[in-house]
C-alpha cells in the first residue's frame, strides 16, 4: 500500500496504481474520453487533469497516466484544473461538435454546447480501439498511425490491417463515439470493411462468432476449432 | 549584418522597432545565425527574431503554424487541436472573413503549454503567443481587412537536442516513438536511412544523443541507443526486414575501399540509389573495427553478420581477402568505375614512444592483438599484462584479456580517471572485472630480456594546463620512476590510417600533415578527381556513428559529383542551443529502464555478451518516456 494525499486527506493506494483509479475510487468526478480499466492509459484526451505537488509547486498531470508514489500530493480540483479540463473539452467539441460523448462531456465542463446538426461518429483518436485489440484481444489488428517528420500520413489516423483482424467487435464495443461500426448481415459481419463469414452454433444454429474469430481462439489456446463451435448460450 | 528590430528568443524581449537610433544589442541577444545568409524574419519554437521593419509577422506565423501541424502527431487533443484552431482563425482572417478572434487564440497559446502531452506541445505555440502580444495590430489589420496577408516562401529546419547531437542527425523521437507504437518494422526503416548497422550502434556506439537528452533534467535519459538495438534484435529474432531495393538502375560503377562503417554505409546508399558498387575489403570479414576492434562480448559475431549479409542481399558487391595495394585511378576508370570512395579506416597503432618498444610478441599493439583475437587466433595468458592508454581500445584489450585468463590486467593511463577517453561504462566494468587501473603515469623504457619483457619503469604524471584536445597537459614528475614488473606490454595509445597504397606520390596530394586523407568538407572530394574519402582515414580514430555518417554523406556527395550538380547540405542555423525552452517540460515521471548485465563471475569465462537488450515489451515501456523535444524553426 502507497499512503498519498488527495484534497487534504491521506489515503491508502494500492501498488501501481494511477492516481485516476485512486480518485474514482473515491468518488471524485474525473472526467475522460480515453480511458478504460481494461487497458493501458494512454493520455490522449487530456480531460482527465489533476495537480501533483512537484518541487512544492502545483503542476498539472494526466490522472490516468500518473502512479500514484509515497507522500505524493494531489488535488483533483482548483482553477488551473478547470480551465485545462475546460480547454482540452472546447478543443474537442471545437473539432468534434457533433459527437455525443464529446458534447456530453463539453457541456458538462462548461462549454457553450450548440444544439447539435446531425449526430456524427467521428474517430477523436482516443486509441482505445488499438489498446484494446492489443491488450485485450492480442490481434494487434490496429496501430496508431501518428503525424510526424517524413511520414506519409498528413493527418494523425488509426490504422487497419485486415490480416490480423479476427472480427471479435472489442472495439467496436470499447469505442466511445460509435466510429467503429459492426454490422451484421445474412451470416455475415462487416468491421473496418472487412467481411467476416460467421460460424454456426451447433446446438442451436444461429450464427454466433466470425470463423476468424474461433480459429485465432484455437490457435492461442490449443482447443480444437471443432470444439469451440458451439455458442455462449449452448455451453 | 542587419540589425536586430524585435527579439524575444529564450524568453528575453528586445524591441527596438521605434527606436530611432538602432539599438546594436548583437552582443548580448542569443542570436540565431543563418549560416551563409541573412533572414527578415524567424519564428522558432523559442520565440520571434526580426531583422527587417517590413517583415510580415503574420504570414511567418502562418507558415510556423502549418510546418508545426506535420509535427503534431495527433495523441493529444490540446496540441493537434490547438494549432488547428488558431491556423484556421488566420486563414479566415487572411480570406477576408473579418473575424477578430484574437482572445480566442491567446486562450490557447496560454492553455495548451500546460496541458500538451509531449515537450514540442508544449512549446510550440509559445512564439504565437509572441506574435499576437507584440504584433497585435498587425493581426488586427488583417482582421479588419485593412491590409492584406501575403502567402510567401519560407524555409524550415526541424531538429532536437538528440538529433543535433547524433553525428548522423538520426530523427532519434521519430524512431523512438515508432517503438512506442509496436511499429518495430517501421523504426527499422527509419533508422536504417542514416544508420545502416543498427545492432552494432545499439550496442557500441558513444551515444551522445543520451546526454543532450533533456530528460536527464528528471530520472535520467531515455535508453536511446537501447532502444535501437531493440529494432534490431526484434529484426534478427522475428522475420528479418529485407533493405529497400533500388528503384532504377544505373550504369555507373562505384569502388569502395574498406568494408568498414563508412564504407557499408556508402556502399548501401549508393546501391538504393541504383549504382553498381564494389567494395573492395583486405580482412576475410566486413565491419571494420567493429568486426576486429570490438570484442564478442561487446558485440557477438552474428549480430555484425547478420547487418553485413542484409547489405550483401541488397546487391553491394563485397570482394573479401582483396587488399588494394595501390591505389590507382586510371585502372580503376579501366575496369569501368566512375569513382572510388576510400574508406580504410586507422588500423595501424601508434608506438608508445618509450625505450624498448622494439616489436616482439611480447610488445605488441593493441589494435593487432585485438585483431587477432577476433580473428580466431589463440593467445595463451601470461601472469601479468600491462596496456598503456585510456581509450575504448585499451579497455577492449584489458577486459579481453580478463576473459583469456591472464592473471593480473593492469592499464597505466597518463592523466586522471576523468580525462579517459573511453566510455563510461567501459571503464567501470573494466574496473568491476578485476582491471587494475592506475592514474598518472607513463612509460618510459620497457624493460626487455631478448624477446621477453620483465619489467616496465613508468614515471608519475601530474596534470598541468589544457593542450589542444582541451584536457589538462600531463606532465612528467622528475625522479618519480618506479617498475611495474609485467610479462607482456600492449600498447593502445592511438592509431593512425595505413595510407602505404596512396604510394609516394599519392600521399603527398592526398594526405593532411597528420597523416590522414585530406578532403574538402561538404563534396568529401580529396583533391584527386574522382577520389572521394571518408571514416577514419580522414578524421583520425573517431566513433562509429561518425563514419557512418561519413558513408551516408559521401553517396549523396558521389551521386551529386556523377550528375554535374551541387551538394544539397541544407540549412545552416547556429547559436541555436537547442536544450532551451521557455515552457515546463511537465512529465509524467516514470521509472527509467536499465539494461541488464551479465555477473562478473559469469562474463570472465567466456565472450558472452555481457549486456542483455531490452525485450520488445520493455523497449515499448522505455521508449513512452521520449518527451518528442522537436524543434521548428521558419524564417525567410
Known amino acids: 500500500m502507497v499512503e498519498i494525499t488527495i484534497d487534504g486527506k491521506k489515503v491508502q493506494a494500492r501498488e501501481g496504481e494511477s492516481v485516476l483509479e485512486v480518485s474514482r475510487r473515491l468518488k471524485k468526478d474525473i472526467p475522460s474520453l480515453c480511458y478504460h480499466e481494461e487497458v493501458s492509459p494512454f493520455g490522449a484526451c487530456r480531460l482527465c487533469m489533476v495537480e501533483v505537488k512537484e518541487g512544492g509547486k502545483w503542476q498539472l498531470v494526466t490522472s490516468c497516466q500518473q502512479v500514484v508514489e509515497k507522500g505524493m500530493e494531489v488535488r483533483t480540483d482548483s482553477d488551473a484544473i478547470r480551465e485545462g479540463r475546460r480547454l482540452a473539452a472546447e478543443l474537442l467539441y471545437y473539432k468534434y461538435p457533433n459527437v455525443p460523448a464529446v458534447r456530453e462531456i463539453a457541456q458538462k465542463l462548461g462549454v457553450a454546447v450548440k444544439d447539435e446538426a446531425i449526430e456524427a461518429n467521428e474517430c477523436i483518436l482516443c486509441g482505445l480501439c488499438v489498446r484494446a485489440c492489443r491488450e485485450v484481444v492480442g490481434a494487434e489488428a490496429l496501430t496508431f498511425m501518428d503525424r510526424g517528420l517524413g511520414r506519409e500520413n498528413a493527418e494523425p489516423e488509426i490504422g487497419f490491417n485486415p490480416d490480423k483482424c479476427i472480427g471479435c467487435g472489442s472495439c467496436a464495443y470499447i469505442c466511445p463515439t460509435g466510429f467503429v461500426q459492426m454490422e451484421a448481415v445474412d451470416g455475415k459481419r462487416i468491421i473496418w470493411d472487412k467481411v467476416f463469414h460467421m460460424a454456426k452454433c451447433k446446438i442451436c444454429n444461429r450464427y454466433f462468432a466470425p470463423i476468424e474469430q474461433l480459429e485465432f481462439i484455437s490457435r492461442k489456446t490449443g482447443v480444437p476449432v471443432e470444439r469451440l463451435m458451439v455458442c455462449t448460450s449452448c455451453r | ?636
Request: proline fraction near 4%; charge should be positive.
Open chain 2, 1 to 636: 549584418m542587419k540589425t536586430v528590430v524585435f527579439s524575444s528568443w529564450n524568453g528575453k524581449v528586445v524591441d527596438s522597432r521605434k527606436a530611432t537610433v538602432r539599438k546594436k544589442a548583437q552582443e548580448e541577444l542569443p542570436l540565431v545565425k543563418l549560416e551563409g545568409a541573412s533572414y527578415s524574419a524567424l519564428m522558432g519554437w523559442n520565440g520571434i527574431v526580426v531583422n527587417d521593419l517590413e517583415a510580415d509577422i503574420f504570414s511567418l506565423t502562418r507558415a510556423y503554424l502549418r510546418e508545426a501541424r506535420k509535427l503534431s502527431c495527433g495523441e493529444c487533443s490540446v496540441c493537434m487541436i490547438g494549432i488547428d484552431l488558431v491556423l484556421d482563425i488566420m486563414e479566415r482572417m487572411a480570406r477576408g472573413e473579418k473575424i477578430d478572434d484574437i482572445e480566442a487564440i491567446q486562450k490557447v497559446v496560454k492553455g495548451v503549454p500546460q496541458t500538451a502531452k509531449c515537450n514540442f506541445g508544449r512549446n510550440v505555440l509559445v512564439p504565437v503567443g509572441d506574435a499576437i502580444t507584440y504584433f497585435k495590430a498587425e493581426f488586427q489589420s488583417i482582421a479588419q481587412g485593412k491590409k492584406q496577408a501575403k502567402e510567401d516562401d519560407y524555409r524550415v529546419f526541424v531538429s532536437a537536442p538528440c538529433m543535433e547531437a547524433c553525428p548522423a542527425h538520426l530523427d532519434v523521437p521519430g524512431y523512438i516513438e515508432l517503438i512506442k507504437n509496436h511499429r518495430f518494422a517501421d523504426s527499422l526503416d527509419l533508422i536504417r536511412e542514416k544508420c545502416i548497422l543498427p545492432g552494432v550502434i545499439g550496442r557500441a556506439c558513444t551515444h551522445p544523443c543520451e546526454e543532450a537528452c533533456i530528460r536527464n533534467n528528471l530520472e535520467g535519459p531515455v535508453a536511446i541507443r537501447l532502444l535501437k538495438r531493440a529494432v534490431a534484435d526484434y529484426d534478427l529474432q522475428t522475420e528479418t526486414k529485407e533493405l529497400p531495393r533500388p528503384r532504377e538502375e544505373k550504369k555507373e560503377r562505384i569502388a569502395v575501399v574498406g568494408a568498414g562503417p563508412a564504407g557499408l554505409a556508402a556502399a548501401y546508399h549508393l546501391r538504393l540509389m541504383g549504382y553498381q558498387v564494389t567494395v573492395f575489403e583486405a580482412l576475410p570479414k566486413a565491419g571494420g573495427m567493429a568486426a576486429v576492434g570490438i570484442p564478442d562480448y561487446r558485440l557477438p559475431k552474428n549480430i555484425l553478420q547478420h547487418e553485413v549479409d542484409v547489405i550483401e542481399r541488397q546487391g553491394v558487391e563485397i570482394k573479401f581477402n582483396t587488399k588494394v595495394e595501390k591505389l590507382d585511378v586510371k585502372q580503376l576508370e579501366k575496369e569501368g568505375f566512375s569513382a572510388v570512395f576510400v574508406a580504410v579506416g586507422a588500423h595501424n597503432g601508434t608506438k608508445i614512444g618509450c625505450e624498448g618498444e622494439d616489436a616482439s610478441p611480447y610488445v605488441v599493439q593493441g589494435v593487432d592483438f585485438l585483431r587477432r583475437i577476433n580473428l580466431g587466433e589463440k593467445v595463451e595468458p601470461l601472469e601479468k599484462v600491462t596496456i598503456i592508454g585510456g581509450g575504448n581500445v585499451a579497455l577492449d584489450c584489458a577486459r579481453s584479456c580478463i576473459r583469456l585468463g591472464f592473471k593480473k590486467v593492469e592499464i597505466v593511463y597518463r592523466r586522471s580517471r576523468k580525462e579517459m577517453p573511453g566510455n563510461k561504462e567501459e571503464i567501470e566494468e573494466a574496473i568491476h572485472e578485476g582491471v587494475k587501473i592506475t592514474y598518472l603515469a607513463a612509460p618510459v623504457k620497457i624493460v626487455r630480456k631478448g624477446e621477453k619483457v620483465t619489467a616496465i619503469e613508468c614515471v608519475k604524471m601530474k596534470l598541468g594546463e589544457p593542450d589542444e584536445s582541451g584536457r589538462r597537459r600531463p606532465i612528467a614528475i622528475a625522479g618519480s620512476n618506479f617498475k611495474i614488473k609485467t610479462d607482456m606490454v600492449i600498447a593502445a595509445t592511438g592509431q593512425k590510417p595505413d595510407l602505404s597504397f596512396l604510394g609516394e606520390k599519392g600521399k603527398s596530394s592526398l594526405s593532411t600533415g597528420a597523416g590522414t586523407i585530406a578532403i574538402e568538407e561538404t563534396t568529401l572530394q580529396t583533391p584527386v578527381a574522382r577520389i572521394f574519402a571518408g571514416g577514419d582515414c580522414v578524421s583520425g580514430p573517431a566513433t562509429l556513428i561518425e563514419a557512418l555518417d561519413m558513408g551516408n554523406r559521401a553517396a549523396k556527395a558521389i551521386d551529386a559529383y556523377l550528375r554535374g550538380q551541387k551538394v544539397d547540405v541544407g540549412p545552416r542555423l547556429s547559436a541555436l542551443e537547442l536544450s532551451a525552452q521557455r515552457e515546463a517540460t511537465g512529465a509524467i515521471r516514470m521509472e527509467a529502464l536499465r539494461p541488464r548485465l551479465l555477473p562478473v563471475d559469469e562474463r570472465v569465462k567466456n565472450y558472452e555478451e555481457v549486456e542483455q537488450g531490452f525485450t520488445a515489451e520493455e523497449a515499448v515501456k522505455e521508449a513512452a518516456r521520449c518527451l518528442r523535444c522537436y524543434r521548428i524553426v521558419v524564417w525567410k
